[in-house]
Each structure stands twice: as C-alpha cells, then as structure tokens.
C-alpha cells in the first residue's frame, strides 16, 4: 500500500528528457516510479537508473491516448508497485508546420497524445487518489501555449492542458487531490533539437540564440523542470492547486 513515506508516481514520457528527469528526481525523494512510454523496452534505462540508485521503478509501455491501454497500465502500477497517488502527465510528440501545412493527422495526433492522454491518465488514477485522500496531478504545458509559429496544434494543445488543470482542480481539491501544470520555456531535449532541425539552424546556435533572450542568460535544462514539478507533488504543496508555473528563465507576456 502506498504510504506518505513510498507514494507511488506515474510519469509517462518518462523514456528520456523531462520526463525521465522528473522519474528521477521523484524516486531521489523516496517515491515509487512507473515510468510509463509507448514501448516498455523504451523506459528500462530509466529503470535501471532509478533501481541502480536503491529506488523501486517499474517499466510499463502505453499508448496514453488509447483508453483500455491506459486502464491496463494503471491496473498493472497498481498491483506491481501500489495504488498511485501522483500523476505527471509529461507525454507529448511534435507535429510542426503552419497552418496551411498542416495535415488532420498532425493536428489529431498532437490532441490525442497531449489532450486525450491526459484525459485518460488523469481519470484512471484518480479512482485511487479519491479512495486514498490524497493525490498530486502535474500537467505539462509550455510556453507555446502563449503562441508560436509552426505550432498550431501543440501551442492549442498546451494551452488546452491549463483549462483542464485549473477544472481539475476545482473537480477534485475537495478529496485532497491537488492539479497543477508546468509550462516549461527552452529547455534542451530531443524536442528542442527536432525544433531546431525543422527551421534549419545547428542545434547549437539555436541553444545559443534562445539563451541570449532569456534574463537569466541561460537554456533550460530537464532537471529543472523536474524541481518545479517535485514541488508540486509534494506533502508541503497542498494548499496550492489550479496553478501554472513557467519555468523559463524570466517572466513571460
């Protein structure tokens, strides 16, 4: 049985970047982590990290927007580690281009993985948070909710996320499950490089034109966003819920 002092986490995305950052940090704090990807095979690096450092880790692979997969992988963290009382909702895919670029598919398959993941990540496990009067769901934002050219989809499905936590919250604050989102800046992971990719620029020079405009002089890197999302899921933070936190070096408009 889950306790304060072993809670369970589920981290989906949590194969590489944030999400295996934040796998991390959550299972240094004393949880037990499901890390949760597309294919099994993908999370047991973080895995073998988390287990190799004396934590208790648990490979499962999901698609987050199929509906009887998600069930199954909550079922499965729920017997194999215990009930889970924290979600991080990180999964996430790009599909840039503009507007009159861009396909049904690359609009639908940003929602479902981003939107409907969280959806039906969120609503198996808080089944288990409700009868345990406790739960923490962070969500994944960005700063593209704000708006960002190319980005069509993934800015309306950031944004999207910060409704559905801040509804959340007012859903669920009275079982003592608080929601919150994290709307990480430029932080460097595969998803920045595959940014820079796209509009033509070396990965580097990229890094360096970005960090040159954020006040603190610097790009954002996986660890830390996995502080502001260990915060949240966190004994202290329960009297803060429907909040979003930009992690981007600097205030945003």
């Known amino acids: ?34 890390v949760v990807d597309l294919e099994e095979s993908a999370g047991r ?5 988390i287990t190799a450092a004396g934590g208790r880790a648990l490979a499962v692979g999901c698609d987050v ?18 009930p889970p009382q924290i979600l991080v909702n990180n999964a996430g895919v790009l599909r840039d281009n503009l507007l009159f670029k861009m396909s049904e598919g690359d609009w639908d398959t940003v929602m479902n993985v981003h939107l ?19 739960g923490r769901i962070v969500s994944l934002s960005s700063s ?22 801040k509804t959340l919250a007012i859903e669920l604050g009275k079982f003592g499950i608080t929601a919150n989102a994290v709307a990480p800046g430029f ?10 990719a ?11 034109a970005a960090a040159d405009s954020i006040p603190v002089r610097r790009v954002g890197r996986p660890e830390d966003v996995a502080g502001a999302i260990a915060f949240f899921t966190g004994e202290a933070a329960g009297f803060v819920s ?12």
């Open 144 to 165: 593209s909710a704000l708006g960002n050219r190319g980005q069509a989809n993934y800015s309306a499905a950031k944004a999207g996320l910060q409704g559905f936590t």
């Open 45 to 49: 690096g973080t895995v073998d990290e």
């Open 1 to 34: 049985m889950s306790t304060p002092e072993q809670r369970v986490a589920i981290v989906t995305g949590a194969a590489r970047g944030i999400g295996a950052a934040t796998a991390r940090r959550l299972a240094a704090e004393g949880r037990a982590v499901a």
């Open 65 to 82: 927007s199929d509906a009887d997969a998600v069930r199954a992988a909550v079922s499965r963290v729920a017997e194999e580690l215990g």
């Open 198 to 208: 796209r509009v033509g620029v070396g990965f580097e020079d990229f890094q360096q």
């Open 116 to 134: 409907r993941g969280a959806f039906l990540m969120s609503r198996a496990c808080q089944a288990h948070m409700v009868e345990a009067k406790f």
């Open 187 to 196: 932080i460097v992971t595969d998803m920045t490089a595959q940014t820079a």
């Open 242 to 253: 429907g909040q979003v936190l930009y992690v981007a070096g600097g205030p945003l408009d």
